[in-house]
Each structure stands twice: as structure tokens, then as C-alpha cells.
């Protein structure tokens, strides 16, 4: 196990300048399973200070190194792939096929296709009478949240590294524990001191120490809208780059043509799986109203056939939410919800009966809700489905761009392009056709208050880099 006591800056473990830790709880057990030091803006400036240093000659390594350490990194990630999946689920709740599967599989693949991309990246490109270089921004901060916590750190430092950044990183208080796997695998593998460092600790201390010092170029933040408001205004202090990964609430549009038996398991997952704690989940469902109580049907059978239990248990598909705040939020916006006139099919705010311990909530799902509904506009982050009818197409496109919202999306129809049309209309950053499967190559990223930038793919890379024009 690693020792969390410490925290990583210039290729060694070091004690915080701080006395303080914090605790970790297992949102099952709700019993304490680590503690991480409560980090201070000392233990900032020591680790910005260490990414300054290593800053020039990581940028002035050769692709294949930079190629080769990120291959490194994924192979021994693998190598402890287990020992990871285990601990994300102890630490924030994911069922343990869900972190095998997502939690550690999508961080390997971020340090493999990084790898790729950067081998087939033109960092100078000739333009007639100048050429344009790329070059990467410098000393990074990346600051995490807890829901996808290694899946996250990774695409901001493998890109980022990639790109040749140093990086600073500051996970979630709640889920901070795979980021020690992380630190532990850069020094067995000996990456050179400073390229990656670690300090744990709040928001309000490491997280604004961060987006205010004035040696870091660049803040990759993923988190709340609100949080990332707050980032922004402070960032824009010392005028570094920021990008931003924020809350969303998809539109998940089936056509009047979808076979909706078909696409209603997809239509359930996508909403739910990770306990509907996925910023990307579609948690809109929009029907044709004709077809309304047949979606109701279809949906409470699914969300009722759900396996909610110990995360530890390889057939459980709902864990708890990854904590008790978390819980009292999710079970306020169905309370809510249904004051506000939405019909409870399935689910509800009432704790589920047998279940001792732990911060677990009944997958829900509610009908008849309207575009000036709270449980419409806002993030809900629980297990949680809307069933929002519409009366046709041009409604349907309404109703999905009707939130602050536009990180992801998507459409059913047996005519794909018919599909294709209305996806095209969605203010939204990704729109998925038929089900299709999230792709770490595919650039993911906001429209609207769902952030700025993209992560993953080509665009993930070039949001590291800055453009020098070169000219002769
Ligand atoms: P959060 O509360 O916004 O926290 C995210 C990170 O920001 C945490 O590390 C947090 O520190 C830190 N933070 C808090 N206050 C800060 C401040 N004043 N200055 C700097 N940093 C600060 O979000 P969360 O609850 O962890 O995560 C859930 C949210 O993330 C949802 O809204 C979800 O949609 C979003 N998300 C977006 C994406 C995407 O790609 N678009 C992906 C995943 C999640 P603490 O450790 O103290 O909390």
C-alpha cells in the first residue's frame, strides 16, 4: 500500500509543509480508509518551483523519450491494475467491474494514444513565408474531481507531458488515493525529478494556490461550473491559460421512428452507470409524448432490474454515491423534482430498505418533466433520469439546447441521417448517434458553461501547446 503520508515534488516523497491530513471515506463502509496530508501553498511553490526547473529539458527531450515514458506509465499501470480499481472503488463507490473496466482501462488508454498522437504531431509546419511551431506552455496545474478521479488526472498529464509540460497536480480530497499509484509508477520508472508532481489538500488552499501563482502557465480543471467560474476569475489574475471540464445535462433525443426497446438499456446506462456521477451522462431522456408511457414502462423495468450493492461485489452495477454530502444533494433534486410536478416512476429520495451502511440511493427515474424544472437545468450527479416528452423535431432540438449546458448528447433513429440532422442542431460538444461508445481519440470537451477546450484525441494534445509563428 502506498504510504499517503507524503506527498510527490522533484522526483521524491517529502513531508508537507503542512501538520494537517484529511481523511478518506469509503462511501460503503462510511468508515475512514486513509488519510492524505492537508497540503499548504508552500507545498505549491515547492512543487511549481520543482516543474520550473524541469520545465526546459523535458521540452527539449525527443518525442520517442516522451513517447516511450508515457508507454512506460500505461504499462505499469496495467501491471497494478487491480490493486487501482480496487482502491478508486474504496475511495469513491464505483462497482469494481465498472473500475476494472472505465476507471483504470480509460487512464491506460489516455498514456497509450497520448503516445500515438504525439509520435504523429507536426510541431513545426512550413506556412509559405514562415513557419508555425508549437511548443508546449510550460508548468502545468492540474487540479481534479472525484468521479472518474485517475481517468481524469491522466488526461490532462498524459497530454499535457506529452506535449512537453511539466505538471503540478492536485486531485479531489474526496478520491485522492489513486494519484499515490500514479506518483509511485513515475518513480519507479524514473521520470526525471519535477516533471510530475503531487500535492494533496482542498480546493481552498492547493486549488486556488494554483490558479493564482504566478510560475504556473496554464490551469486544466475539471469540475463543477461553479468551482470553474471561481478558477477562471482567479487565473485570469496573472492572465494564464485555462481550459475547463464542467458539469453538463445531456439530451439524449429519441426520434419518433428509434426502436425503443432497443435502445433503452443504452438509454438507462448512459444515464446511470457510476451511479449517474458522470458529467458526460445523458440524463435528459427526450421522447415523442405518444410514446411517453411506454418509455416510462420500459425505463422503470430497466432501472428496477439495477444491481445496487457493495462496489466490492463483482455483480453489483450501482455502488453508493461517492459520499453523504453527495447523497443529501441528489436526494434534495428529486424531492424537488417532485414538487415542481414531475412524475415519480420509479426510485425516489427514500433510503433504500436493508441497506445498513453506506451512501446509496434507488436508481430513479421521473416523467412529465418540463424545460423550467430545476431537475431539467441542473446537474444532478445521482442515478437519476429525466423523461422529458416532446411534441416534434423542432421541439426536440428546443428542449435539448435549453439548459446552460453543452458538454454531450445524443440521438436515436433508424435513419442515421436523420439522426445526423439533429445532431448537427446540438449546442453540445459530443453527440453520440445510436449508442456509439465514447472514443479516448475523439476531442471531449464543453459548449456553453460546460467549459473551454478539449480533452482527449489531437485537440487534447494541441490544447498543451502554444504557436510561435516563425518568419523568414
Ligand atoms: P468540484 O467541487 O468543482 O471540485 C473539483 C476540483 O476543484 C477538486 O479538486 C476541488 O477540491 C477543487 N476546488 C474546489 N474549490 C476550488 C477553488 N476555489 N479553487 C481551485 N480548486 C478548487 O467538482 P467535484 O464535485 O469534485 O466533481 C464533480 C463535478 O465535476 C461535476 O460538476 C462534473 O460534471 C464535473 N466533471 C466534469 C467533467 C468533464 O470532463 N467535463 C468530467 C468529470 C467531472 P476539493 O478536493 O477540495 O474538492
Known sequence: MPD?????IDGAW?????????????PMT????????AGTSADVDAAVLAARNAFEPWWHTTVPER???????????????????QIISAEMGSPISFSNMVQVGAPIRSFEVSADLVEKFEFTRNAGSFDIVREPIGVVGAITPWNYPLH??????????AAGNTVVVKPSIMAPLDAWILAEIMHEIEAPAGLFNLVSG?????????????DIDMVSFTGSTDVGRRIGATAAQTIKRVAMELGGKSANVV????????????????????????????????????????????????????TVGDPSDPATILGPLASRQQLDIVRGYIDRAITDGAKLVTGGSAPIRGFGTGCFIAPTVLSNVTVDMEIHNEETFGPVLALVPYDDEEEAVRIANATDFGLAGGVWSTDE???????????????????AKFNPEAPFGGYKQSGIGREFGMQGLEEFLETKSLLF
Not at 15 to 23: E, Y
Not at 152 to 161: E, F, R, T
Not at 255 to 275: F, G, H, K, T, V
Open 4 to 8: 499517503y503520508s507524503k506527498i510527490y
Open 255 to 306: 426520434l419518433p421512428d428509434a426502436d425503443l426497446a432497443e435502445l433503452m438499456p443504452s438509454a438507462i446506462r448512459s444515464a446511470m452507470s457510476n451511479s449517474g456521477q458522470t458529467c458526460a451522462a445523458l440524463t435528459r431522456l427526450l421522447v415523442p409524448r405518444n410514446r411517453l408511457a411506454e418509455t416510462e414502462n420500459l425505463a422503470k423495468q430497466l432501472a428496477e432490474s439495477l
Open 14 to 26: 517529502k513531508s508537507s509543509h503542512g501538520t494537517s491530513t484529511i481523511d478518506v471515506v469509503n
Open 417 to 435: 441521417d436523420k439522426a445526423r440532422a439533429v445532431a448537427v442542431r446540438m449546442r453540445t460538444g459530443q453527440v453520440a448517434i445510436n449508442g
Open 67 to 85: 513517447a516511450s515514458l508515457l508507454r512506460s506509465v500505461a504499462t505499469k499501470l496495467r501491471e497494478r491494475a487491480d490493486e487501482i480499481a
Open 202 to 214: 482542498s480546493g481552498a488552499v492547493i486549488g486556488e494556490a494554483l490558479a493564482s501563482h504566478p
Open 152 to 161: 481524469q488526472i491522466a488526461a490532462k498529464v498524459a497530454y499535457a507531458m
Open 30 to 37: 462510511e468508515r475512514v480508509i486513509a488519510a492524505v496530508p
